[in-house]
C-alpha cells in the first residue's frame, strides 16, 4: 500500500503539474507577446470549457466540433480584449499596474458573467478515449490523465517551436521587446499583439477542454487556476513553455509529497516557501537565462 | 455664549444619534405602506451558489405570504442587498437596511463571518435577525435577537456520526475543506469518540481547491471503513472515487445541491446526506413547497432555498405575533419560540438560537444523479 501511495501521489503530482503548466502556457504567451500579467488567463479555461459543454451535452454536437468550437471561443474572447480595451490603455500609454488591474477587473467580469448565463453548477466533460482505468505500481492511472500528459508535451513542443522556428513567432516575440523597432522593419505591432491574445484565448480554452474532464469547472475556478498557472510561469522562467512545464511539475510534485509527507493543512505553507526559496537562489527562474530568452 | 452653542449642538447631535439608533422601527407608522424585511445575501462573490438559491426561497415566501394577505392586512416587501460574501459590505449593507431603509426585521447573511459582523449592531439594539447559516463562534450565544434557520455545525457533525455509526463504521478518515469543512471537523472530532467512531487519516484541502487526489490517495492507503467529506464542491468526492475507493462517503449539508452533485458527475453515486428536503421524495408537508417552487423556478429545491424560504415565514409570523408597529425588541421576543417549518421543526428560544433537534434531520441517498430519502432516522 505504501508503494501504491508513493506512486498514486506522484501521479497526481504530475497531472497537477501539467494541469498548472497549461494554464501557464497561456500566460508566458500574452507575457512574451504584450508584456502584461494576465489575471484572467483561468477565464478563458473556464469559458472554454463551459462552451465545449454547452454545446456537447445541450445540443449535441460532436465532441472534436464541440472542442474546435470551444477553442474558437477562446481566440474571439482574447481578440475582443485586446481590440476593445487593451488597445486604448496602449494608445493612452497607461502604465505596468494599470494592465494588471485591468485584467483582475476582466477577471471578475467574466467569473460573474459564466455564474450569470451557464449556473453556478461545476461543468464536466466527458474523458477523451474510452474512459478505461489503468493500474500501474499500485495506482489509478486514468486513461484520461495520459491524454493530458502527451498533449501538454505535443503543446510545449509546438510552442517552442513556434517561437523560435516560425516567421510569426519571431514577430511577436519582436513586436513585444521593441515596438519602435519591430515597427520600423514592418511588423504589425497590433495585428501582433491581438495574435497574441488569441493564441493566449486559444491555450487558455485548450487546457479548459482538457482539465474538465478531471476537475469540474465551474465560475469560481478561473482564479485558482490563473494563481497555480502563474506560479509555474513564473518558476519556469516567464516566457518560456518550457518553463511553464517544469515550474508546474516542481509545484505539483512538491504538493503531492507534501501531502503524503506531513498534513496536507501544511501544503499550500511548504509548497509555496519552497518556491520562495527557490526564487531567491534562482532569480531568473527553474530555466536561468534560457528560461526568460524563451529557451 | 460660544460655549452654550457648542453644548446645545452637542446635544442636539446625541438626540439625533439617538433617534437614529431608535428610530428605524418607529418609522413605519402609514398602515398602508408595505411592511419592509431586509435581507442580505451573497449574491456575487464565492458564496454566491448559497446566496442565490436562497434569494429564491425568500422571494417565493414573499409572494405566499402577500396571496395570503400580507401581514394583518399589509403586504410584506422584502429589500434585498447584496453582500458580495464580504462582512465588510455585509455590515454597510445591513446599516443601511436597518437606519436608511427602515426595514423591521432582518433575514440572513449567510457566511459566519458576515452574520458575525451583522449581529454586532442588530444584538446590541436587540434587532430581530435571522440568518441562513448555523450558529457560529462562542459570542453568537450572547446574542439573543440573532436567530438561526440552519442547524448549528455540532448538529451536523452529530447527524453525519449517527449515521455512519448505524453502518457499524469504526475507522473513518475525513476528507474537509479550509472553511466550512473545518468549522464541521472540529465537531466531528470532538464528538466521535461517544458514536464508537475513531478518525485515522484526516486531511484538508483549500476551499478552491482544483484537485485533492494527493489527499484522496492518503485515504486510500489508510483503508477506512467511510470517508466524511465536507466542502462546497465536487471535487473531493470526485478524487475519492477515482482513485477507486468504494468505501461509503458521508458527506454534509452543503453538498447537497443538485449543483455540486453535478459536478461530482459518475462520482456522485451512493453519497449521503443529513438534510432537510428530498424534493424526490419529500415529506407530507414539504410537498406544497416543493410544487410551488417547481411552478415558480422550474427547477426542484434543496435544503438550502427550503432554510431561506422558512427563515422569512418564521420572522413574518414574529412579525405578525408583535404587530409590524411594536418595535424591534418586541418582534425579537416573539421570535423566541417553537416554530414549525418546511425544512424541519425549530424552536428559536434554544440556546443555539434555532432548536434543531437530530430527530429533525432526513437522510438523502445519490442513486442515478438523484437524492433518495432513507428510512435512516435518530431517535433524539
Known amino acids: 500500500m505504501l508503494l501504491g501511495l508513493v506512486s498514486q501521489s506522484l501521479l497526481s503530482g504530475v497531472t497537477n503539474g501539467l494541469i498548472y503548466a497549461l494554464v501557464g502556457f497561456g500566460i508566458a504567451a500574452i507575457f512574451r507577446g504584450a508584456h502584461i500579467a494576465n489575471v484572467m488567463q483561468g477565464e478563458f479555461s473556464v469559458v472554454g470549457a463551459v462552451v465545449v459543454d454547452v454545446l456537447l451535452v445541450q445540443i449535441g454536437m460532436p465532441y472534436w466540433a464541440a472542442a474546435i468550437i470551444g477553442c474558437l471561443s477562446g481566440a474571439a474572447l482574447g481578440a475582443l480584449i485586446d481590440v476593445v480595451f487593451i488597445r486604448r490603455l496602449v494608445a493612452q500609454k497607461a502604465p505596468d499596474d494599470s494592465y494588471l488591474l485591468f485584467t483582475i477587473g476582466v477577471s471578475i467580469t467574466i467569473s460573474a458573467a459564466v455564474l450569470f448565463l451557464f449556473g453556478r453548477e461545476g461543468h464536466l466533460l466527458p474523458p477523451i478515449g474510452s474512459g478505461q482505468i489503468f493500474i500501474v505500481l499500485d495506482a489509478v ?16 513542443f509546438a510552442l517552442r517551436y513556434f517561437y523560435r522556428r516560425t516567421t510569426l513567432g519571431m514577430r511577436m516575440s519582436a513586436a513585444a521587446i521593441d515596438p519602435d523597432g519591430a515597427a520600423t522593419i514592418g511588423i504589425d505591432v497590433r495585428a501582433m499583439r491581438t495574435l497574441t491574445f488569441v493564441l493566449g484565448g486559444v491555450l487558455g480554452a485548450i487546457a479548459g477542454i482538457l482539465i474538465t474532464p478531471i476537475i469540474p469547472v465551474s465560475y469560481m475556478v478561473g482564479l485558482p487556476l490563473t494563481l497555480k498557472g502563474f506560479s509555474a510561469a513564473i518558476l519556469g522562467g516567464l516566457t518560456n513553455p518550457l518553463g511553464a512545464v517544469a515550474g508546474g511539475l516542481v509545484i505539483g510534485i512538491l504538493e503531492a509529497l507534501v501531502v ?25 527562474g527553474l530555466l536561468g537565462r534560457a528560461g526568460r530568452a524563451g529557451g | 455664549m460660544r460655549r452654550i452653542d457648542r453644548t446645545r449642538l452637542v446635544a442636539a447631535a446625541s438626540g439625533l444619534a439617538l433617534l437614529g439608533v431608535v428610530g428605524p422601527v418607529a418609522a413605519q407608522t402609514n398602515a398602508s405602506d408595505p411592511i419592509k424585511i431586509g435581507v442580505i445575501l451573497p449574491l456575487t462573490g464565492a458564496g454566491a451558489g448559497l446566496g442565490i438559491p436562497s434569494r429564491n426561497g425568500i422571494l417565493l415566501a414573499e409572494k405566499q405570504i402577500n396571496a395570503a394577505g400580507g401581514i394583518k392586512g399589509r403586504k410584506i416587501k422584502v429589500v434585498i442587498e447584496d453582500d458580495t460574501t464580504n462582512p465588510d459590505a455585509a455590515l454597510n449593507k445591513a446599516n443601511n437596511l436597518i437606519f436608511g431603509e427602515k426595514v423591521v426585521a432582518l433575514v440572513g447573511p449567510i457566511q459566519t463571518a458576515n452574520t458575525v459582523a451583522v449581529g454586532g449592531i442588530t444584538a446590541p439594539v436587540k434587532f430581530p435577525q435571522v440568518a441562513l447559516g448555523g450558529l457560529g463562534p462562542a459570542v453568537e450565544l450572547e446574542r439573543k435577537c440573532v436567530f438561526h434557520a440552519a442547524p448549528p455545525q455540532n448538529q451536523n457533525a452529530r447527524a453525519m456520526l449517527a449515521y455512519a455509526k448505524s453502518l457499524g463504521v469504526k475507522n473513518a478518515a475525513a476528507l474537509y475543506d479550509s472553511g466550512y469543512g473545518t468549522v464541521v471537523w472540529n465537531q466531528l472530532s470532538k464528538f466521535a469518540g461517544e458514536y464508537g467512531i475513531k478518525f485515522g487519516v484526516t486531511e484538508k484541502f483549500e476551499i478552491a481547491a482544483t484537485d485533492t487526489t494527493p489527499q484522496a490517495a492518503k485515504i486510500r492507503a489508510s483503508q477506512p471503513d467511510a470517508i466524511f467529506v465536507i466542502g462546497v464542491t465536487g471535487v473531493p468526492v470526485r478524487a475519492i472515487r477515482q482513485l477507486q475507493m468504494k468505501q461509503p462517503i458521508i458527506a454534509a449539508i452543503g453538498q447537497a445541491t443538485y449543483e455540486i452533485v453535478k459536478s461530482m458527475g459518475d462520482a456522485a453515486e451512493g453519497v449521503v446526506f443529513p438534510e432537510f428536503l428530498v424534493p424526490e421524495d419529500p415529506l407530507p408537508h414539504q410537498k406544497a413547497f416543493v410544487d410551488a417552487y417547481k411552478a415558480e423556478y422550474g427547477r426542484a429545491p434543496k435544503s438550502i432555498e427550503s432554510i431561506a424560504y422558512d427563515a422569512l415565514k418564521a420572522m413574518s409570523q414574529a412579525i405578525g405575533k408583535a404587530g409590524p408597529e411594536a418595535g424591534n425588541e418586541a418582534i425579537c421576543a416573539a421570535m423566541r419560540g417553537p416554530y414549525s417549518g418546511n425544512s424541519t421543526e425549530y424552536d428559536f428560544s434554544a440556546p443555539d438560537m434555532t432548536g434543531i433537534k437530530l430527530n429533525g434531520f432526513i437522510y438523502s441517498k445519490l442513486v442515478g444523479g438523484h437524492f433518495n430519502r432513507l428510512p435512516f432516522k435518530n431517535a433524539e
Open chain 1, 141 to 156: 492511472v486514468q486513461e484520461h490523465a495520459l491524454w493530458l500528459i502527451g498533449i501538454s508535451v505535443i503543446l510545449m
Open chain 1, 260 to 284: 503524503m509527507q506531513m498534513s496536507s493543512a501544511y501544503k499550500d505553507v511548504v509548497t509555496f516557501s519552497g518556491l520562495i526559496l527557490i526564487m531567491i537562489f534562482m532569480p531568473r
